[in-house]
């Protein structure tokens, strides 16, 4: 009797929540999920890359935070720096043999800021911090050989009318030689006000690399080395788009984005779509006008999504 | 001789047992300026004490014209009552003494709600956003989901007028 009636009730919840995820005919059905230890109210959105969940905070105290893929948390590192008076991450990034990377600005008490990128092992202790005058990275990822990758832009020194032409991508070893620089600046259709790397994504996979500009309305694919594969304009997945709240580039370079939209005001709707090869156009795979559905990467046929952070589920696509 | 010896090495055992632990401890915090075990360098991959160490003339010098502490801006919503509270709250808190401005937060600017993103002169307004996540049961359902707390209407002309504050946005130059 009791087993019934926990079998129907499992069996309610199952219903419930396939008809909640339910859209465009598919269904994403959870088969593995996991919750971090930890409250994410108003911090900044994880990270899932490599095998890893990685986050920053900015307050209480600037700190880099890396969780393994059942959600345990390996490691929470304050970032200070010796004369800065305040540190202020601004993305994170976790490679496939577990360093992770933190690249953010730091200012000193007389208004001077820098931008910089810190590595960071396994310990979460931090081996090597990167500083700029010239550059300042928006997006970090690592490729499968632990190169650090980043999208970013030229620093326009004051009085510089115009951005000076520079390369968006930048390509850093392990032992913080610069490796390759790609993808000028000029050979963007827009302006600096809108910087392709502005609202941009970096993704790798195990064959290529991913520079996603929502600014530009454009993709591009690189080798390792820095050699433009394909470059393709890319239409905007929906026009009441709100926030891009993930992007992901999947083992077998299927492209899946989800987004946020704002419905009549306080209302918000998610979707989350898949890029259609055939159309050159984005495929709408799910539509949840109740909940925040996001992606936030890939593993085999299964895609990592998150319905109310700090939770994470593993779904197949039907 | 036996007490001599005691006198010498139960100091120098404390030592050896201290030592470790208190490396330990500055290790795992990413250490500090006396105990940091981290390389710094530059772009030409050249060792520096500090980050701030042979920036003097750089694009992000903003030295004598906007001291720090002067420019501690508000955090603004003009959202929904719903997430203009939730906001607030969440980011009251929140007060990062760098350059950073009050972003245009009407929905027309793709829904932005909040800025603590430092834009400053050099960096064009940009340098950094942040989406974060918000559920809170005190404030409803409609509140969960994530805040978009970007740059895109920032306007670097304006920002170097403002000396990198921008007060009001203006909603002209939304979505430019």
Known sequence: MTAKLHSGVLAGMALLLGSALASAGLTLSPVRSIELPDDLTAKPIPKWENGYIVRYEIEPVAAVVAYDRNGRRLFRTPLSFPEAERVLPSGVAASRDGRFAVHGSAFHADGLVVPFVAWLDAAGRITRVLRWTDYAPFQLCFAPDG???MAGWALRRPGEETLPDHDILRAYAPNGELKVTALPFSSFATSARRHPAKESRLVANDKTLLFYSRTAGEWVTLSFDGEILSRSPVPPPRPDIDILTGFVLAPDSSVYLSAQMRLDGRKRGSS???????????????????????VFGAEGDQLIVSRRLPQFDWVRID | MARKTLRVTLPAACVALLLPAILWVYGNHGGSSALS???????????????????????????????IQDHRGSWESKGSRCAEGLVRTAFRALDIPAVYAADCVQSSCGGAYMVPHNC???????????NMYFSDPNYGSCCDGWYYTGEEACDGCRCEEDQCTIPDCDESKCGQ
Do not use: Q, S
Not at chain 2, 53 to 66: F, K, Q
Not at chain 2, 120 to 130: E, L, R, V
């Open chain 1, 147 to 149: 190169t650090l990758w």
């Open chain 1, 272 to 294: 989350v779509l898949r890029w259609d090869k055939a159309t050159g156009a984005w495929r709408e795979i799910l539509y949840d006008n109740t909940g925040v559905v996001a």
């Open chain 2, 37 to 67: 075990t981290y390389l710094m360098v530059d772009a030409d991959n050249h060792r520096i004490p500090d980050l701030f160490t042979g920036t003097d003339g750089t694009p992000v010098d903003l030295r004598g014209r906007l001291p």
């Open chain 2, 120 to 130: 400053y002169c050099g960096f064009d307004c940009g340098g950094g956003y942040f």
